[in-house]
């Protein structure tokens, strides 16, 4: 069965400063990837996700992501953090087990920034 | 375009009562999934419907769970009775393709 970890529970970083959350996955066959991020009061708003080809994603609000195979990891980087990034981020791995599509979830990462 | 939206956004009931949750997915997506957190733990997927029939239901917790999805449009997720470990935020999500989701604001559930 698939799983992920996301080693970090809770970040702070200082505004202005670069960011990288980590983000493994288990799966036994290419996985589709995704990141998510959850605002104060928000819904899960996707980030970006890798399916294949590229292994840098670009995704929205200045945020990127590298797949790296070998060492089965997908994290979430930024090299300019604001304010308004602070909030909860998941890291998921898409399956399809007998035709059943659906998202594993890691525990998440809560990202505060600091003036 | 209107999103994912669920109804209400916060829920607070007796152990033992019934609650229902909604979901209006956005129109034509075809892929309602529900998904579950309790606090402090990762996001659970609960169930996938396509149009109004339940394609994996694998993650549902127990029989006191009861979704349904009225001609394929909107959802609920009914839980009767509820315990204290069904407090958590649930989540719906809908697609037109597989898993690029979109989700919903989430629906606060405390059960006291």
């Known amino acids: 069965a698939q799983s992920v970890t996301q080693p970090d529970i809770h970040i702070t970083v200082s505004e202005g400063a670069s960011l990288e959350l980590r983000c493994n996955y288990s799966?036994?066959?290419?996985?589709?990837l995704f990141w998510y991020v959850q605002s104060p009061g928000q819904g899960l708003q996707l980030l970006l996700k890798?399916?294949?080809?590229?292994?840098l994603v670009q995704g929205i609000k200045g945020f990127e992501a590298e797949f790296k195979r070998s060492q089965s990891s997908f994290n979430l980087r930024k090299p300019s953090v604001h304010w308004s990034d602070a909030a909860e981020y998941f890291c998921?791995?898409?399956?399809?087990?007998?035709?059943?599509?659906?998202?594993?979830f890691g525990t998440g990462t809560r990202l505060t920034i600091i003036p | 375009e209107a999103g994912v939206t669920q109804f209400p956004s916060h829920s607070v009931i007796e152990k033992g009562q019934t609650v229902t949750l909604r979901c209006d997915p956005i129109s034509g997506h075809d892929n309602l999934y529900w998904y579950r957190r309790v606090m402090g733990k990762e996001i659970k997927f609960l169930l996938h419907f396509v149009k109004e029939s339940k394609q994996d239901e694998s993650g549902m917790p127990n029989n006191r769970f009861l979704a349904e999805r009225t001609g394929g449009t909107y959802s609920t997720l009914k839980v009767q009775p509820a315990e204290l470990e069904d407090s958590g935020v649930y989540f719906c999500a809908s697609s037109q393709v597989g898993f690029e989701a979109f989700f919903g604001q989430g629906t606060r559930l405390t059960v006291v």
């Open positions: 998921a791995v898409g399956a399809i087990n007998f035709g059943n599509e659906k998202l594993t």
């Open positions: 799966y036994g066959a290419t996985p589709y």
């Open positions: 890798y399916f294949s080809g590229d292994t």
